[in-house]
């Protein structure tokens, strides 16, 4: 197989990016294509976290461990199968065990800082953001953390205003100057999906 095609699918949290991943994969197939999260390098936080919007800021930087996530693509790249690391989102810990990644044609990479990482950027062949307004994705994120993350409205409220909303600002909307595609409409994905779907069937090819 040839080297993998790395696509970076950027954008603030609940922009749409793991919605069109998801779509994006689901039309490649998923022998052809797979999806590597940002959320799975958190750094192990259990010894800190004090609370939604305390000491622990999920949404800066250094929350991650962005040369991991670099040196599991170029371990993709060279053909060799990938041991992705599990965050427990409720022990704000990471798992013993690991995710088995095989190489595919296509490797999609989300996550909100990953245009931000130096070491990430340098992987990726080329780069997608999702520029959604805020109110959007704020009620996103509300209905994931409290559905799927154990978490109290109050809890993501205080949590955004303190900490996303200003590290999306210093951090996520700077870094869409390294996208080579910028989605600005905030409902419609369907357009891009089937540019995306065409241009890789036809160039990797994908079938």
Request: some cysteine; overall charge neutral.
């Amino acid at each position: 197989m040839s080297r993998p095609h790395i696509i970076g699918v950027a954008g603030g949290s609940g922009s749409g990016k793991t919605y069109f991943a998801k779509e994006l994969q689901k039309m490649l197939g998923s022998e052809n294509c797979s999806i590597l999260y940002q959320d799975n390098y958190y750094i192990d936080q259990s010894a800190r976290f004090d609370g939604d919007g305390g000491s622990v800021n999920f949404d800066h930087p250094q929350a991650l461990d962005f040369t991991l996530l670099a040196r599991g693509l170029q371990t993709l790249k060279m053909g060799q199968p990938l041991q992705v690391p599990i965050y427990d989102f409720v022990t704000h810990s990471r798992k013993t065990e690991t995710l088995l990644e095989n190489p595919k044609k296509v490797i999609i990479v989300d996550g909100i800082l990953i245009l931000h990482s130096k070491e990430v950027r340098a992987e990726l062949d080329e780069a997608v953001f999702f520029d959604t307004p805020e109110d959007l994705r704020f009620q996103r994120r509300l209905h994931r953390d409290v559905h799927e993350r154990g978490r109290t409205p109050e809890g993501v409220k205080k949590q955004f205003e303190l900490q996303v909303r200003p590290m999306h600002d210093e951090f996520v909307e700077p870094s869409k100057r390294h996208a080579q595609t910028i989605v600005t409409d905030s409902g419609d994905y369907h357009a891009v999906l089937s540019q995306f779907t065409h241009r890789l069937q036809n160039t990797l090819p994908v079938r």
